[in-house]
């Protein structure tokens, strides 16, 4: 892959893009240290969608039935002290 140093970036940056969006990548070093790739966008114009990470961990945690009153007192007692200690 192509690498580029920051300089060389900046100035002739419009035709780097040019390259990067006919399928040309390439990398950003700064000090000879990679930092960043430049490749091209889908051919729809639209970026990839994000994986859905709802249900990440179905069926690996169970969430009690008494979930949303688990601490009910120590809360009210914080809140309104008039729970015995």
């Known amino acids: ?3 580029v140093n920051m300089h060389e970036a900046k100035t002739h940056l419009s035709r780097l893009v040019e390259e990067a ?8 070093c700064k000090a000879g240290k990679p930092m960043v790739r430049v490749t091209p966008l889908s051919q729809s114009g639209d970026p990839d969608p994000v994986a859905s990470r709802l249900g990440l961990l179905r069926g690996q945690v169970s969430v009690p039935d008494d979930f949303d009153r688990i601490g009910q007192e120590v809360i009210a007692d914080l809140f309104e002290g ?3 200690r």
């Open 82 to 84: 008039v729970a015995e």
């Open 21 to 28: 969006a006919a399928g040309q990548a390439f990398v950003i």
């Open 1 to 3: 892959m192509k690498r």
